[in-house]
């Protein structure tokens, strides 16, 4: 579990993803996964790894399988800094502001990292009228405090740095909870994956994208230089069997393994991948489960797509409370996400 703690404590939001590009590169550099790697002009992570075959000779054409999963995370960009040194921020991804009220978080600057606190501009709970204590701001309207002067702050920090909320990785009954399990989980599972694979015919590359949460933005031009047969996109999904939601809703089971997601509003899968994913799950007594996921999309919509088309899964852990700094994983769905992987690879 260092490993993905690791991933989850280092802050990169879309277009500022140079941080966790490091950790990772650096990871794969040490554990020699690659019989290559680059950093395309976007800025995702490349390792190409060649047919490594049990016995005989690798093939000549061997089947290409590009393997992604994206390395931002939702966050927020300095938009804007105040006579008193307050800032606003603008989003880049997906927020409910209703989980950013009262919230630490980190201001990276070129200077270094600075502590703030994050919350929605208007009056306390004592002051405040019944409309305005009911009434949800919106992402906008939440600023930070740095606790410092409004010159300090501005000659620290500039437009366009990034801002992440804070939040530790523990722990907690059969699960691990953190911020940004979506997606250093997938980052963490093509790691391992990778790591546990001993021999595989085909040829891999593995790719960790950039700007996923802003619109599948990195994986885009990556799949294009990839050009590959196979596509498998390794995100998290939601997972809803909660208080509060009809089952028909919940879209994943904690504890039923990694799911294969059959079709989300980006991408529909190619079914023969999905049942090749289940057979090799079969075989192995690998967990897995099947989800639809209603709306949201993935990396996988853009290597679909890509040239003149090319199969495509997606593969997403489940994650309780998706979207805030306390995400929720089950330890069965982690090991099921990376063992099936590999086992897939070694199957082709
Ligand atoms: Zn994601």
């Keep these: 579990m260092k490993l993905l703690q690791a991933l989850t404590q280092t802050p990169s939001v879309p277009g500022r993803e140079d941080r966790i590009r490091k950790v990772i590169q650096d990871y794969v550099t040490k554990q ?77 600057t070129t200077q270094g990292d600075l502590p703030g606190i994050m919350n929605a501009s208007g009056k306390p709970i004592h002051i405040a009228s019944d409309a305005e204590k009911k009434k949800i701001p919106e992402v906008t309207e939440f ?20 801002v992440v909320l804070d939040g530790p990785f523990e722990e907690v009954g059969n699960s691990v909870v953190s911020q940004c399990l979506d997606n250093r989980v997938g980052c963490w599972a093509l790691l391992k994956a990778l790591e546990g694979l001993k021999h595989h015919n085909c040829e891999i590359y593995a790719v960790w994208t950039v700007q996923e949460e802003v619109g599948c933005r990195g994986a885009q031009g990556a799949a294009y230089g990839v050009h590959p047969d196979i596509g498998v996109a390794c995100d998290t999904t939601l997972c809803c069997k909660t208080p509060g939601v009809p089952d028909e809703d919940r879209v994943s089971v904690a504890g039923d393994g990694v799911c294969l997601h059959v079709m989300d509003s980006s991408m529909i899968s190619d079914i023969g991948l999905v049942a090749q994913f289940e057979a090799v799950a079969k075989a192995n007594s690998i967990k897995c489960q099947r989800a639809i ?51 897939w690879l070694e199957s082709l």
């Design 32 to 108: 020699n996964l690659f019989d290559e790697i680059t950093v395309d002009a976007m800025g995702s992570l490349i390792g190409v790894r060649r047919p490594r075959p049990e016995k005989g000779k690798a093939s000549k054409k061997p089947i290409k399988v590009m393997l992604a999963a994206h390395m931002d995370q939702i966050g927020f960009l300095v938009r804007h800094i105040d006579e008193a040194g307050y800032l606003r921020l603008n989003p880049v991804g997906g927020f409910d502001a209703r989980n950013l009220f009262a919230r630490k978080v980190r201001v990276c």
């Design 293 to 343: 996921l209603p709306r949201g999309g993935q990396d996988g919509a853009m290597i679909q797509r890509s040239r003149s088309g090319v199969r495509t899964i997606a593969l997403a852990c489940p994650v309780k409370y998706i979207h805030t700094v306390t995400e929720m994983t089950h330890k069965d769905d982690l090991e099921s996400y990376h063992t099936l992987l590999t086992a």
């Design 143 to 162: 600023f930070v405090d740095l606790g410092l002067t409004g010159d300090q702050v501005r000659n620290s920090v500039l437009i366009g740095d990034m």
